[in-house]
């Protein structure tokens, strides 16, 4: 039996994402939106990311979950439109 190693081991996603460098500033505008009712991706880590990324514009989709782009297509499109309009500026 052969053993397939393109198979990600348990944890490695979250290791790589450790490594991720968020405290380089973008030379592009950055928006970081999150719903508020978001059970996977939690306040304190939008509070982590804005330290790290002090730069970028964060937005709280109120009322929203994990998924806002269902929840609100319109206030996340027009957040993807104001920060298309000003990397264009």
Known sequence: MTTNTSEPRPGAGREWCARIRLSRKSARPVNVARGTRDKILL???????????????????????HVPMSDAPARVAAAILTTTKEARA
């Open 43 to 65: 306040h304190g880590q939008a509070t982590r990311a804005q330290r790290r990324q002090p730069g970028a514009r964060h937005i709280d989709l109120r009322a929203c979950r």
